[in-house]
């Protein structure tokens, strides 16, 4: 296994990255699509097509997106691991990457919750929260990949 992992270390980097920005493209819309159902009449039309779309963007986009994400970055971490040793996931830039990781991973959860509550009709949040909170999966990913990319500054 740790032959195949360094032999195609640029692949599963590649589909890491593409998994990411799947993942980040659906954790910025979806915010925005709560914008605005959270004006939409609960039980119109307008609403159980937000819903739909809410569903559908967490199930065949976000969520796979996420597990894919997790994998390869696993596999990278296990493959960086072989190669330069394991004293880097102790480094500054490993520990403010999985900092923004964690946050991610917690505002996934919280998007998840936010739309049943949308599905059962028991949103509390306003246009306005969402609108301010929209950005905050960019700002986290502006943590990880400067992280990354400054990563051997602290070497």
Request: aromatic letters at 12%; glycine letters at 6%.
């Amino acid at each position: 296994m740790t032959d195949w992992l360094i032999a195609n270390f640029n692949l599963i980097r590649g589909l890491h990255i593409i998994s990411v920005i799947a993942w980040m493209a659906g954790m910025l819309y979806l915010p925005r699509l709560y914008v605005y159902h959270s004006k939409a009449t609960t039980g119109s039309e307008l609403d159980e097509t937000f819903k739909v779309m809410e569903l559908k963007l967490l199930r065949m986009i976000i969520n796979p997106a996420m597990i894919a994400a997790f994998l390869f970055g696993l596999l990278l971490i296990m493959a960086d691991g072989q190669i330069r040793g394991w004293d880097f996931l102790a480094k500054p830039w490993m520990l403010a990457k999985l900092a923004g990781i964690t946050f991610l991973s917690g505002w996934h959860g919280f998007l998840s919750a936010s739309r049943k509550k949308f599905a059962n009709g028991t949103n509390t949040r306003s246009e306005r929260f969402w609108r301010a909170t929209n950005e905050l999966p960019f700002v986290a990913a502006m943590v990880i990949v400067l992280s990354v990319t400054t990563k051997y500054l602290d070497s």
